[in-house]
C-alpha cells in the first residue's frame, strides 16, 4: 500500500519512533512540520488494531486520534482510510461545524478509528453516543498547537476516559511546558525521540524579507501571488484573510480564504479549489499553519509577520516539505523592523532582507519566477439552499449544543453560523437577542443569523439581522431566506 503511494524510505521521525510504538511503548515524538509525523503514528495504530482482529463494539471505538482543527482530521483521515481499508479496519472523523447525525449514526455501528476535534467528541460522549472504555491506542498530534488553543482542559478529560495502560503516542512540533504535564499524568515510561531541533529550519527553504512602505502591500502581493505556482499568505487577523483574498480576486489572482468563521463546507470548498488550482492564492490565517498540506507551494509570504517564531516555523513549513524546494518572504513596514528581527532570532532563521519599493523591483522575479498571470476572480459555484416556510422556526431549544459546547466550537471555529429562534407570531422570542447588534453584524464583527420565523410585530420575532424593538430587517430576512455559501462574517467572533 505504501510503495504504490510512493513511500518507500522512512522519514528520521518515523525511524526514530515506529521500532518503539510498534512494540506497544509510549513514545513522545518531536519533529518540526512536514517530518511525516502522520504515518509515525497511523502505522502503528493500524498494525495493533489489525492484529488483534476484533469487531468494535457498538459506540466504542478501539484507536482515538486527536487533533486540534478539522482540516488535520480531515487530512489524517485521507491518509489513514486507505491503509485502514486494506486491513479491514473502519475510521470516522468527528468534529464539530457540521451535523453530528451521520458521526452518531457511525459510532453506533461500530469504528475502530475515531480521528477527532476534542469538543465535539466530548460532546457525543456526553450524549451517551460514543465512550473510551474500549481505546487500545491514543494519538495526540499536534499537542504543542493544543496547547496554544486552549484546548488541554478537553484533552485531560478524553485522556482520563481512555483505559488505563493502554497506549498513548503524542507526537508535536514543539515541547514546552504544556506538553511536559500532559505527558507526566498521562504517559507510562514513555521514550522520548526528536528528529531534529526545535528550532531548525527546512534546509532546503530559503527566508527573504521585504521591508516595504504599506501603500505597496497590495501590490506587491498581487505580483508574487501572479507568478507560476501554488501560493500561501498568511494574516493575524480573519478578517485581514478575508479581505486580501477579496482584493487578490478584484486584481485577477484566484484566490480563497481559510479561517474560523468559515462555515465547514466553505472551508472545504476554499481548500478543494486550491489543491486543484482553481485558485492558486490560499490567505489564511494560523488556522492552516498546522498540519495542512498541499503539494507544490512553491511561495509562503507572511503578510503579517506571525507574533512569535513558533508560528513563524509553523507557517513557512506549508511550502519546502519533503524534500521539496521553497520560499518564504516576510513583508515588513518600517515599524515592525525590531519585532521581525527578533522574531527571526529567536527562529534561528537569517533571512535576506531588501529594501522594495514598487513591483517593478527585481528581487520580486527572483523570489517568484516566471510569466506573471491574472486570469481571474475566483469564482465558487453556489448551492442555493431550500426556501423555509414562512414561520418555520429553526428548531427547538433542546435540539441546539449546550453553551459550553458552542464556547468550544467557537475556540477552534468549528461553530456554524447562528440561526435567530424568533416567534413567528412576535413576543420576545431569542430572535431579538440575537438581533441586538445590527451594527456589529454590518461591520463583519460577528456572524449574521438567519430568522427562524416571519416577524409579525411586537419584540423580537425577527432575524440576527432585527433590531430588538421589531423594526430591524426581521421581516426581509425572516422565513429562511437563502445564503450564499460565500456570504459568512469574516469578524472576530
Known amino acids: 500500500m505504501l510503495d504504490r503511494q510512493g513511500i518507500t524510505t522512512p522519514t528520521p521521525i518515523q525511524a526514530a519512533t515506529l521500532p518503539d510504538s510498534l512494540a506497544g511503548r509510549d513514545v513522545l515524538g518531536r519533529g518540526r512540520t512536514g517530518s511525516g509525523k502522520t504515518y509515525a503514528f497511523l502505522l502503528p495504530v493500524i498494525a495493533r488494531l489489525a492484529a488483534e482482529r476484533r469487531t468494535p463494539r457498538p459506540r466504542a471505538p478501539r484507536a482515538l486520534i486527536l487533533a486540534p482543527t478539522r482540516e488535520l482530521v480531515s487530512q489524517i483521515e485521507a491518509a489513514a482510510a486507505p491503509l485502514a481499508k486494506a486491513a479491514g479496519l473502519t475510521t470516522r472523523t468527528v468534529f464539530g461545524g457540521v451535523g453530528q447525525k451521520p458521526q452518531v449514526d457511525a459510532l453506533h455501528r461500530g469504528v475502530d478509528i475515531v480521528i477527532a476535534c476534542p469538543g465535539r467528541l466530548e460532546d457525543l460522549i456526553g450524549q451517551k453516543h460514543c465512550t473510551l472504555a474500549d481505546i487500545e491506542i491514543t494519538v495526540l498530534d499536534e499537542a504543542d498547537h493544543m496547547a496554544d488553543l486552549g484546548f488541554l482542559p478537553g484533552v485531560r478529560r478524553l485522556l482520563a476516559a481512555t483505559p488505563k495502560g493502554s497506549q498513548r503516542l503524542l507526537f508535536s512540533a514543539t515541547l514546552d511546558k504544556a506538553i511536559d504535564a500532559l505527558v507526566k499524568q498521562f504517559l507510562a515510561n514513555p521514550v522520548t525521540h526528536q528528529a531534529d531541533s526545535a528550532q531548525s529550519p527546512v534546509a532546503t527553504m530559503s527566508h527573504h524579507v521585504l521591508h516595504i512602505e504599506r501603500d505597496q502591500r497590495v501590490a506587491i502581493l498581487t505580483d508574487l501571488a501572479s507568478a507560476p505556482g501554488r501560493t500561501v499568505v ?260
Open 234 to 493: 498568511f494574516t493575524r487577523t480573519k478578517h485581514g484573510a478575508k479581505a486580501l483574498a477579496r482584493q487578490l480576486n478584484r486584481n485577477g489572482v484566484p484566490a480563497v480564504d481559510l479561517h474560523g468563521n468559515l462555515s465547514q463546507n466553505a472551508r472545504t470548498r476554499n481548500m478543494d479549489a486550491f489543491h486543484s488550482g482553481e485558485a492558486t492564492a490560499l490567505v489564511a490565517t494560523d488556522i492552516a499553519a498546522r498540519g495542512i498540506h498541499v503539494d507544490d507551494v512553491a511561495l509562503v509570504v507572511h503578510a503579517d509577520p506571525p507574533s512569535e517564531h513558533k508560528a513563524y516555523l509553523h507557517r513557512s513549513g506549508r511550502t519546502a516539505r519533503a524534500g521539496n524546494e521553497g520560499t518564504v518572504v516576510t513583508l515588513m513596514t518600517s515599524d515592525q523592523v525590531k519585532d521581525v528581527r527578533d522574531l527571526t532570532k529567536a527562529a534561528g532563521i537569517k533571512p535576506q532582507t531588501t529594501r522594495v519599493d514598487s513591483v517593478a523591483h527585481p528581487i520580486l522575479v527572483q523570489l517568484a519566477p516566471g510569466e506573471r498571470s491574472r486570469p481571474g476572480a475566483f469564482e465558487p459555484v453556489v448551492v442555493q439552499p431550500e426556501r423555509r416556510p414562512a414561520g418555520e422556526g429553526a428548531g427547538s431549544r433542546k435540539s441546539r449544543p449546550g453553551s459550553r459546547a458552542r464556547k468550544r466550537q467557537a475556540a477552534d471555529g468549528t461553530a456554524p453560523a447562528q440561526r435567530g429562534q424568533g416567534s413567528s407570531k412576535g413576543g420576545s422570542g431569542n430572535g431579538a437577542k440575537q438581533g441586538a447588534k445590527p451594527a456589529a453584524a454590518a461591520s463583519g464583527t460577528k456572524p449574521a443569523g438567519s430568522g427562524g420565523g416571519r416577524r409579525r410585530g411586537g419584540r423580537g420575532g425577527g432575524s440576527g439581522n432585527g433590531g430588538g424593538n421589531g423594526a430591524g430587517t426581521g421581516a426581509a430576512t425572516g422565513g429562511g431566506r437563502p445564503h450564499s455559501a460565500a456570504s459568512f462574517s469574516s469578524g472576530r467572533r
